[in-house]
């Protein structure tokens, strides 16, 4: 079993940035492909980016090229830059820690892109 806690969001003015940070807890990290994944409000969740145990992003092609996933596995975290951020990008960021057929989800932390 895997305990994900997301943290880093808040309000940030539009062309601002934000790193959100996962930090996971109860299993050994390094063997998860991790994602995060984020909701807006009457939106459907939607895929941002995932990295894979060896390190290979994926990211969703809408971003183009703003966000930055990263993982740090001595530090059981996984990071996600946002860069030029948009009022499009507000929603709940959630984080997930996938390894076959299992999947952890956390909480969430909530961006708000506003002027």
């Known amino acids: 079993q895997v305990q994900l806690v997301e943290s880093g969001g808040g309000l940030v003015q539009p062309g601002g940035s934000l790193r959100l940070s996962c930090s996971a807890s109860?299993?050994?990290?390094?063997?998860?492909?991790m994602g995060w994944y984020r909701q807006a409000p009457g939106k459907q969740r939607e895929f941002v980016a995932s990295i894979t145990t060896d390190g290979s992003a994926n990211y969703a092609a809408s971003l183009e090229g703003r966000f930055t996933i990263t993982r740090d596995n001595a530090k059981n975290t996984v990071y996600l830059q946002m860069n030029n951020l948009k009022p499009e990008d507000t929603g709940v960021y959630l984080c997930n820690a996938r390894r076959g057929f299992a999947l952890h989800w956390g909480q969430g932390t909530q961006v708000t892109v506003s002027s």
């Open positions: 109860g299993s050994i990290f390094s063997i998860y492909t």
